[in-house]
């Protein structure tokens, strides 16, 4: 095509950089995304398809950033990860925890990328310096955000619950009495980052977390968004003793004996994490089987529960450029198995840069017709057909109770909406949309 008269950094800052990137992973791993040789090369041509998904409703039900005063540069090691296994541009820039505070989120989520409404989440460290942001905090955030959209409500609040540790139950109070969040983020490993984690619980320990899920259900609080999986390749010896509460061992009865909750399974119960998913795709092409993610998908056939979610983040970001025909088969089980109103969009930025490069990749894949006949799967559609648009927005407004009717409107003329508006017409979206994955396309190994 013509030549752009830019860089290639900033060539792949554009629209038409971006197509050029899922064209080169479409050579390499097949045809698994919806891209056209036109996009790469004529911007305006990359620029109607983009606006063709302008609009589209889409709800983040994972976003993190951390507090101004975090110093935990450890967390920085997903930044780390990405730019050594899928992306070396990134090389040099994962030193700074600027890329994960509020300032950097707000640009990356509401004017550097599609997203409309997102949720603010939190997590439970044994050591408590790690911890992002306490629950005042995030319903603090979500309150500015939403004060300085001024119509509409961008941000929802988690409140997080940390079963078992000293006065847990009383900071349940104090959230539903003060703070009011929108839902509940729970770990029943504890703590993610360490094998030494000290409080480890079950789903359906009814003695230690029963009368949490009746104070959640009076509150009318009902939405329980629950970390599982994302543990390394030899957990069963690095993690010994613990690793099995990340699994779905106690899913089904505590799903059965609570059905006025909704049980939202964030990473969807992925095993593998921080690994190229190479191997993974090979085990599942062998047996149709995903480690712990189709045990997941297989409850509500076996137990006969509708109340049983997956949500995305990081699994879908893990391999969603560094192996796209495993986030097809990830997609295609979850759906199979869990209906295609019981997936939701997550994508567990500001870890991972900008969720445009996630958005986008989701708009363009399909399952292949190899993987639909084999296994059953249904298709994905279109970037705004029906499937994607359950997917990115709809089921999370449905289980979230977001009136679109009242509520859709006023985000297209928010605050947010207007400044993005004026970065568009001057031409320099692109300046801002840096489409900063931290990890954007796989390096491969000979």
């Known amino acids: 095509g013509p030549r752009q008269g830019l860089d290639r950094r900033r060539f792949l800052q554009t ?3 971006m197509a050029a990137a899922f064209l080169a992973m479409n050579k390499v791993f097949g045809n698994l995304f919806d891209v056209s040789e036109a996009e790469a090369a004529n911007p305006d ?13 889409i709800m983040d039900v994972q976003t993190h950033f951390v507090h101004d005063q975090y110093t935990q540069k ?4 997903l930044a780390v990860f990405a730019s050594q296994h899928w992306n070396p541009a990134l090389a040099g820039k994962t030193d700074d925890l600027y890329i994960y505070k509020f300032e950097n989120y707000v640009r990356q989520i509401f004017l550097n990328s599609d997203t409309s409404i997102s949720l603010l989440s939190g997590a439970p460290f044994d050591d408590h310096s790690w911890e992002f942001l306490q629950n005042d905090q995030i319903r603090e955030a979500a309150n500015m955000v939403n004060r300085v959209g001024g119509e509409s409500t961008r941000m929802l609040a988690h409140s997080l619950v940390t079963p078992g540790q000293p006065g847990w139950m009383d900071k349940v109070d104090y959230a539903i009495d003060k703070l009011h969040p929108d839902s509940w983020k729970l770990y029943t490993i504890g703590d993610p980052l360490t094998a030494k984690t000290k409080y480890p619980w079950r789903l359906d320990d009814e003695k230690l977390v029963y009368p949490f899920y009746e104070k959640a259900v009076k509150a009318g609080i009902r939405n329980l968004c629950i970390h599982k999986g994302l543990m390394p390749r030899d957990y069963e010896e690095s993690w010994s003793g613990v690793w ?36 993974v795709l090979a085990e599942f092409e ?5 480690q712990w993610a189709s045990d997941l998908a297989r409850i509500p056939g076996e137990h006969g529960v509708s109340n049983v979610y997956a949500e995305m983040g990081t699994s879908f970001a893990n391999s969603c450029t560094a192996n796209p025909r495993f986030a ?16 939701v969009w997550g994508t567990d930025s500001v870890l991972y840069g900008s969720p445009q490069w996630q958005i986008e990749a989701l708009r363009r894949l399909e399952i292949p017709e190899d993987m639909q006949q084999k296994h059953g799967f249904a298709a994905l559609g279109g970037p705004t057909g029906a499937v994607k648009n359950q997917i990115f927005g709809l089921n999370s407004a449905r289980v979230y109770n977001v009136n679109l009717r009242a509520n859709y409107p006023r985000l297209t003329v928010d605050k947010f909406a207007q400044l993005k508006e004026e970065y568009r017409l001057a031409g320099n979206l692109n ?5 900063h994955a931290h990890g954007f396309i796989a390096k491969r190994t000979a």
């Open 15 to 17: 629209a038409s950089g």
């Open 45 to 57: 041509v990359a620029a109607a398809r983009a606006d063709a998904s302008r609009g589209q409703f």
């Open 74 to 77: 450890g967390i920085l090691g």
């Open 244 to 279: 099995k509460y990340n699994t779905p061992w106690d899913i089904a009865k505590a799903a059965k004996d609570w059905p006025q909750l909704n049980f939202i399974f964030y990473h969807g119960c992925l095993r593998a994490f921080q690994e190229l998913p190479d191997q």
């Open 286 to 290: 062998k047996t149709g089987n995903i």
């Open 328 to 343: 097809a088969a990830l997609l295609g089980t979850w759906i199979k198995g869990l209906g295609v109103d019981h997936v």
């Open 431 to 435: 300046d801002l949309r840096d489409n």
